[in-house]
């Protein structure tokens, strides 16, 4: 029934859901989200059926195929990551830009961060991935240039309610970094918000925006999610985020 429900969700806000296979062995991954009074919230997650993706060739074939009409493929690490690594190395191949959200945080070879386009981490991933803690914008920085050597063209750390940094290499080689603070909002709800940021940059990356204007749309919008309640149910679309970049 969950799985039911949410392909409708998506189908009638106009999202293709033909490569979407049911498997008839194992129950949909499901999310429990509890919320504290103060709109930041605690997930217990059964990923059910999302850790066999890949394990059907006839799916995995079509979706690999269907990688090369991509504009840009995104990913997170909740499906095996092998294929996740097989999907980045496909896409890679093709000549599709990869965008990978590091959640939940794993360790991954350098031969695989190299193959990125982008990767969007938090401050606890990026911790996990440099070795560095991360508890300031300038510890953000920092560990942003240290992951820029790892061949990535694009780092993005997200900093909650701080907004986000987005470096790339610079002509001289040195990281070149924008920071773009978040908007101040009431905070209702922050389920999802992470989800909405990479949704946001995506679209905006893909369609040409520079990184000052896609990182502050990207921001913008995920500051708008936290506003309502619901995680697919309050995402904004995409007129109200451009309304409220206006109000900015």
Known sequence: PFGERLIKALQADG??????????????GVAFIFL????????????GANMRVGQD?????????????????????????????SLVASAHNAGVPVILNLAPAQPLAKE?????????????????????????LADARIVASILLEQGIAKVVITLGSQGAIL????????????????PRVQVVDTTAA????????????????????????AVYASALK?????????????????AFLRSG
């Open 57 to 85: 060739h006839t799916h995995i074939s079509a979706i690999f195929e269907s990688i090369t009409h991509a504009q840009a493929l995104v990913l997170q690490l909740e499906i095996p990551l092998e294929t996740v690594i």
């Open 15 to 28: 999202v293709d859901s033909k490569l979407i296979v049911v498997d008839q062995e194992e129950a949909s």
């Open 36 to 47: 504290a009074p103060d709109g930041d919230n605690a997930i217990v997650v059964a990923s």
């Open 112 to 136: 695989v961060l190299k193959q990125l386009e982008v990767l969007i981490v938090n401050e606890t991933e990026a911790s996990l991935l440099s070795g560095q803690r991360v508890d300031s």
């Open 167 to 182: 470096a790339t290499a610079g002509e001289s080689g040195k990281a070149r970094i924008i920071y773009q603070p978040a």
């Open 226 to 242: 936290v506003t309502k309640f619901g995680a697919q149910s309050g995402l904004p679309t995409r007129s109200e985020v451009e």
């Open 194 to 217: 992470g989800d909405c940021f990479v949704g946001a940059l995506t679209i905006a990356l893909t369609e040409g925006q520079q990184p000052e204007e896609a990182l502050r749309f």
